[in-house]
């Protein structure tokens, strides 16, 4: 399967926010978006998943356009930056609602270990996040949006969660974006950074450092 949104247009106001986006994502690989703090990463995800609404925006499946809010078409599951768990659910409960099993989630996490009746407000952050993710790369989505899935998560926990990312790829779409830039490079097939409203598709990693994005001399680091 293949995604692509292009001719963007989203204003707040007079602000203009993005512009002259082009992005293709395909079942099998990871796609990654690179941006500095306010470009329009969230935003652009938003727009992907249907919850806001641009000026203009061109979304195509397998090459047909899609017109319809995405998440209205059942095939996309999105972690945003908050959390989308009810607080006083269970997570042996939460993992049902998700078509998953608590054995599945602490195979893979097993420092959850006796968790199941632990109800997701009394987690703390990084776990939340970690339950979170598992329960969307998990899911049944044919595409999966990713946002900052690495924020607040420790490192080795991280490298977990990239080894799952890896396996889920395999018939998903995954489009993520993360400040963690190494992370994101070590796991995205293709990568783009969104500069000035628009996106560009790196190639080569020292573009990241021609665009102003990296300061020179930190891939060498
Ligand atoms: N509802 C809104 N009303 C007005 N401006 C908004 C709104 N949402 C976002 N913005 C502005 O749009 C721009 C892009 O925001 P966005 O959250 O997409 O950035 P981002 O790249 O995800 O940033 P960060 O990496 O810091 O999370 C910012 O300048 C932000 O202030």
Known sequence: MTFEIDNVELYFKTKRILNGIYLKAETGKVTAILGSNGCGKSCLMDIIFGDLKPKYKLIRIDGKPILKQL?????VKYLPQDYFVLKHLKLNFTLKLFNSHWSDFSTLFPEFGNYQTTKFKQLSGGERRIFEMFLILKSNAKIVLLDEPFNGISPLMIERIKTLIEEEKQDKIIILTDHR??????VSDTLYLLKNG????IQK??????YEYL???TLLN
Request: proline share 0%; charged share 40%.
């Open 71 to 75: 998440y209205k078409t059942g095939l």
């Open 215 to 217: 300061n020179k001399g």
């Open 181 to 186: 830039f190494d992370d994101v490079i070590d």
């Open 198 to 201: 628009a996106t560009k598709r």
């Open 205 to 210: 990693l020292s573009e990241l450092e021609d």
